[in-house]
């Protein structure tokens, strides 16, 4: 059972709202925080050690991988999730992921945005082989890839 | 807590529990429609419930009882039974279980297949719209629950378009001609002198309008007369103006930010969190526990023994998978402590080489030059991204269940045997899933969640890690196969034996997929199954991926040995069938076959005719590869060809092929699964590595034009890339690949 010794508080900003939460242990990843603590639950887990990307979210605007990310190490860096990459799914990525039908079963694709996002935010126009670096590591079961590099040329044709 | 289950989560596809059309459970008659397909006489079919029921069961779902699910028509429509609990918006209109249109002049279809990535989400209501002529922007799909009046729900064998095909327009014609008759009667017209357009009656003679939300209520006071209904008629598809079109998927939305609820997204009030401690061995068994440490993990609330092992039960998922690493578990290895997966492949090769000797390989023909091979595949997982999951709350008298499941009617049975309450007492709702392949067509997932929901007298949420995913798989069969051909003085094959061992798996034999769609005179195929301690099951495109690696590499064996062009002998080969010829020159054609290639590149092709349930799809396939200099081979360009029949919607038919052809890559390249020590060795995506974003081909899709019924497109494009991706390094390299994967992750 829970042992007050053990809880913390923790500060977290999150998609530019401060909420604390109460761990029970600090080395909790981030992922778990976001969904069964706060209930934002568009980060997924998919793999648990940082293989698929299913759980990308950005800390201070770079990708990171918060299924191992403790929470006790986010600190004062701004968390954004999918929930926070817009509030009208109007980020430039999300109307050309809509306009290029990406996905599947779109168990990947908040990641897949969010590595995405953090690749343009740096690459206003990138390359092909830009994006093999960044979005190498986000994993599609579904085969969606070919969508997602066309989707990433398109938001960066059409909003630079 | 995020309620968002309860309250719905303003999309497009909400899954509450009052969203269900209330519909009085006794039908009063049937509807008959005549279908009319171009190549198929018209049919009339009137068929009481009971015989509906009865055919599904002596057919098991196919020929036939597909034509009746939708229509089952219910005798007293928006009236609901006592104690029903739905909240009904007045004037609503819910002619069947299918569709719902109310006075807002929102149209509501239900759909009663799962959703797992392939698009019937979209594709089925387009089929039911199409005929209600509904104004597609009004259009919004629910997920049905676990319900026998959706007929036979099981998402498999890519037959959900074709299954629902004639059903589900069936279904909108239904709903359009009442819409009809409602306009006719508050205008005091003749039904004659209305027609419909984009959710509207329009009175011909005056140019009247009536949108469908405005006749709702008319429409559900008129009575379900079966003569006018048998009257019927659908749309011939030259007078489609939804099907063949690239309608925008209904469930794109919400899965660009993060609001689609997928299995692992519920949340109830007081849910807890669990992982269980299976087994590692294969038919091992559970000796003891002691929980003391894993009880002592901050947010653990309590360790419980269900059948596949012991559950971890905590207040978040951090908690439950750190409680289970501190368990302290003593297994009984069983009968199989020892197993390997070279063990297995020797019990089948020596299988293919009891059937061999048995003389059911030896080629008819005695004269000509003779050649053979053996190809060899492993287990396979399905390790779709959402790892299986399940969430069950079993009260006094009632289940509820969210299960992302291809079964849903399987897994309400199992929850009612597990929680011992009677079916009817248990709702099963169906999830968005992230990924199925056929795992999700399992209920042993479900039945875990149902058992320590029922353990712990709360609402609780079973989480599979990656490694209990990938551990406790019902596996694609490996498989050992013997190739035989006898070649005549042109060189062209005039007897050919295919003989196929595989482990035994429910509802697929070895020589599946081992059919030979080519003029040969003499043909072969054998096959036997080994009992083995590896679960196994159905997987996407069953046993073909199996077989057509084998049967197509081999052939283009026969064209190198012929000094023939492997495209030349396919066409040769398939002379006469027209339409196989058509689809093997379409990709041959727009592959650019025959045209140079850079240094290093080679080109293959491989033909598919995939055969499930009941339809039959075609597939051919080019890929160029380019082989480096330590033999690193890299897939640069897939061209594929598909003969579907009528294409419902092409951009969702695009991602199923591309979607195939890449699951089929990480089969070709890196994929399997392997034992030692009677466990299955593979824990996460390092050591079962999927095909990534810098090593996608492109892949180039085209239809064959058809107004045909549509066939299933989810499975049939996977089994020819192997052998296409093998045949393009022989063409480079001359290295023939006789097993798969072709680049296991342990040797990279």
Known sequence: ?160 | MDERQEQGNGTETEQGESTQPEQSSEPLTTLAVEEQEPHAPAKKRALSRRQFLVLSAVTGGVAGASLLIGFTVFNKQGQGKPGTTGKKPAAAFTPNVWVQIDANNTVTIWLGKSEMGQGVMTALPMLLAEELDADWSTVRVELAPADERYGDQLTDGSSSVNASYSGLRGAGAQARALLVAAAAQTWGVEQSTCRTEKGVVIHIPTGKRLVYGDLAGVASTLPLNPTTLASLKLKQPDQFTLIGTRVPRLDTPQKVDGSATFGLDIRRPGMRYATIARCPFLGGTLESFDSSKASAVPGVIQVVQVKSGVAVVAENTWAAIQGRAALNVTWNPGPNANLTSAQIRDQLEASVQKLVSAGGNAPAATTGKTLEATYETPYMPHAPLEPMNCTADVQSARCEVWAPTQHPQAAQQVAATESGLLTKDVTLHVTLMGGGFGRRAQTDFVAEAVQVSKAIGAPVQVVWTRDDDLKYDFYRPASYQHLSATLNAQGLPIAWSHSVAIPTSDGQTATDGADVPYNIPSISVTGSEINSAVRTGIWRSFNYSNAIFARESFLDEVAAASGLDPYQLRVSLLSDNPSFLALVQLAASKAGWGTPLPAGWGRGIAFCSFSAKTSSTAVAEVAEVSVEADGTARVQRVVCAVSCGLVVNPTIAESQIEGAIVEGLTVALNGQITVANGQIQQQNFHDYPLLRMNEMPTIEVYFLPSTDKPTGLGEPALPPIAPAVANAIFAATGRRIRRLPMQPAAQR
Not at chain 1, 57 to 66: E, K, Q, T
Not at chain 1, 82 to 103: C, M
Request: glycine share 10%.
């Open chain 1, 1 to 160: 059972m829970l042992q007050g010794a053990h809880m913390a508080d923790i500060t977290l900003t999150i998609n530019g709202k401060s909420s604390t939460v109460t761990v029970a242990d600090p080395n909790m990843p981030l992922l778990w925080v976001l969904r069964d603590l706060l209930g934002l639950t568009g980060t997924k887990f998919g793999c648990g050690v940082g293989q698929c990307g299913a759980c990308t979210v950005h800390l201070d605007g770079a990708p990171a991988r918060s299924c191992v990310t403790p929470v006790s190490t986010v600190g004062t860096r701004a968390v954004t999730t999918i929930e926070g990459l817009s509030s009208n799914r109007s980020h430039p990525l999300q109307l050309a992921w809509i306009a290029e039908e990406v996905p599947q079963c779109g168990y990947c694709q908040s990641g897949q945005l969010m590595a995405a996002a953090a690749l343009l935010a740096n690459h206003p126009t990138p390359t092909d082989a830009d994006i093999d670096t960044a979005l190498s590591g986000n994993l599609c079961r579904c085969g969606t890839y070919q969508r997602i590099r066309r989707a990433i040329h398109r938001a960066a044709q059409e909003h630079t």
